[in-house]
């Protein structure tokens, strides 16, 4: 939909991380973000800059073509740089469209700059630069580390197979200065406690000084299932401040993890996890993946039926149906099966659109789809279990964590609503059918801005399956792997 979600946490930091590279003294650089801001529709800004640096998930990719369409209409010499977990997936096809193709992580950028501007133009410290990136408030966001540990079969890195990265400590606190004094601050780390419980205890003492320091009053991340498994993880993090910590439970059950390449999840019991956490005073948070491709329906509902009933438990922060995202093992898996259903979309590779033949029938798992949307019959349930959270826990949590629970709640039943600054664009809702074959395309292939002829086919979606279900020739490269 074509409405900015300022409100959603996380917001997208990748800007600000890129800016970095840039030289502070010759470059003039303006950071956008569609999430914060909605679609770009200045065309004094489209046609501002020299050089237009673009990034975003497996769904972007066609909106990052939509955004070069303009550029170049509007300035034909500006060069365009693109990166990104799909470009680095389709490096064969991005390069049709985009002057130069990032497969690497972001410092390639500083080859991009030395090669199409000249070495004068890159900073020789890439601080990123958090002032610049307008849509954040009283909340920061950076990172400590890269990657996983770990290789779940439907994750983006596993598929890239990038190991383990942790960041330099002294590069760890520059950073948290750079951000600025801010309420909160979230680690958008894949995993914050990593391989080496060493640089996690030293990460916790640069974090507890600055908060001793008063430059924030707690902070939160995101930790794999392992970090459980040694109470004195969880302890050392509250001391050092942490409020809240968020993992991927995705299923409560344990057969399904371990085929997901999940084992680790499988070590402990997540309801014991989750009342451990929250009876030390840290809310922690997870998100569901609904697998209707190889569970069945009922088993789904009694799934979350089950965290419904059960008030020691706190809330999904979502509910998704896996992705298929390019290359990782499930999409090769689905691929061999011929699984993906015809006239599938890249844009359709999101977690609300079903784009894999269910195991129950279709209607049936759309029925099921369209009621996790917004728990459409399980609404008075999701209150009932808000008020019991609240009793059970409410008093071991601060006034912020107690938002935050009630904030879960509210962006199950409203997801859109909940997160959406403009509240009146919510009443124009396009019909959606769930199912990638179906599916309608959004508003954004509607050109909003001139666009020069030669450039009109980039407003076509990029088709990932054919009509018997194939891959198309655009895509041919993603086959070969």
Not at 26 to 43: K, M, Q, V
Not at 96 to 113: A, K, M, N, P
Not at 403 to 424: D, H, R
Request: net charge neutral; proline share 5%; hydrophobic share 40%.
């Amino acid at each position: 939909m074509p409405i900015k979600r300022a409100k959603k946490i996380p917001q997208a930091m990748a800007p600000a991380y890129l800016a970095g590279f840039f030289s502070r003294d010759l470059c003039e650089i303006t950071l956008f973000s569609e999430l914060a801001s909605g679609p770009l529709s200045d065309a004094a800004l489209v046609g501002w800059p020299d050089m237009l640096v673009l990034t975003g998930l497996n769904t972007a990719f066609d909106r990052m073509l939509h955004l070069t369409a303009y550029t170049r209409t509007a300035n034909p010499k500006v060069i365009v740089v693109a990166g990104g977990p799909a470009v680095r997936a389709l490096p064969a096809l991005s390069s049709r469209y985009f002057d130069y193709v990032c497969t690497g992580d972001i410092e390639q950028l500083s080859e991009v700059i030395h090669d199409s501007l000249g070495p004068e133009y890159i900073s020789p410290e890439a601080t990123p630069r958090f002032g610049l990136a307008y849509w954040v408030g009283p909340v920061g966001y950076m990172e400590t580390s890269r990657n996983c540990n770990f290789n779940c079969s439907f994750c983006s890195l596993t598929s890239e197979g990038n190991e383990y990265k942790k960041i330099d400590l002294e590069k760890i606190d520059k950073e948290i200065l750079a951000l600025g004094k801010k309420r909160m601050v979230l680690f958008l780390d894949n995993n914050f406690y990593g391989n080496d419980r060493s640089h996690f205890l030293a990460k916790l003492g640069i974090v507890r000084h600055h908060l001793d320091a008063g430059r924030f009053a707690g902070w939160g991340a995101l930790v794999t299932e392992d970090f459980f498994l040694n109470e004195e993880n969880l302890i050392a993090a509250r001391e050092a401040g942490c409020k809240v910590l968020f993992t991927g439970i995705e299923s409560f059950d344990v057969s399904w993890l371990r085929n997901s390449w999940k084992t680790h999840n499988a070590l402990i019991s997540q309801s014991a996890m989750i009342r451990n956490c929250m009876e030390n005073g840290v809310i922690l948070l997870y998100g569901m993946m609904f697998d209707l491709y190889v569970r069945p329906v009922t088993e789904l509902t009694n799934e979350l039926e089950f965290i419904l009933n059960s008030p020691e438990l706190t809330l999904p922060s979502y509910l998704s149906l896996p992705v298929p995202i390019l290359n990782t093992p499930l999409f090769q898996d689905a691929i061999k099966k011929r699984a993906l259903l015809p006239f599938t979309k890249l844009r359709d590779l999101d977690s609300t659109t079903i784009s894999m033949m269910p195991r129950d029938s279709l209607d049936e798992a759309l029925g099921f789809v369209r009621s996790i949307q917004s728990l459409r019959g399980y609404r008075t349930s999701a209150v009932r279990h808000t008020a019991g959270f609240m009793r059970r826990y409410g008093k071991r949590l601060n006034s912020e964590q107690r938002l935050i629970a009630l904030g879960t709640a509210m962006n199950l039943v409203a997801p859109i609503l909940f997160t959406s600054q403009a509240l009146c664009q919510t009443l124009v809702w396009e019909r959606r059918t769930h199912v990638s074959t179906t599916e309608a395309l959004d508003a954004f292939y509607r050109p909003a801005l001139p666009v020069a002829s030669q450039y009109a086919s980039y407003f076509r979606p990029t088709m990932l399956t054919d009509r018997e279900g194939a891959l198309t020739e655009d895509v041919a490269e993603l086959g070969g792997r």
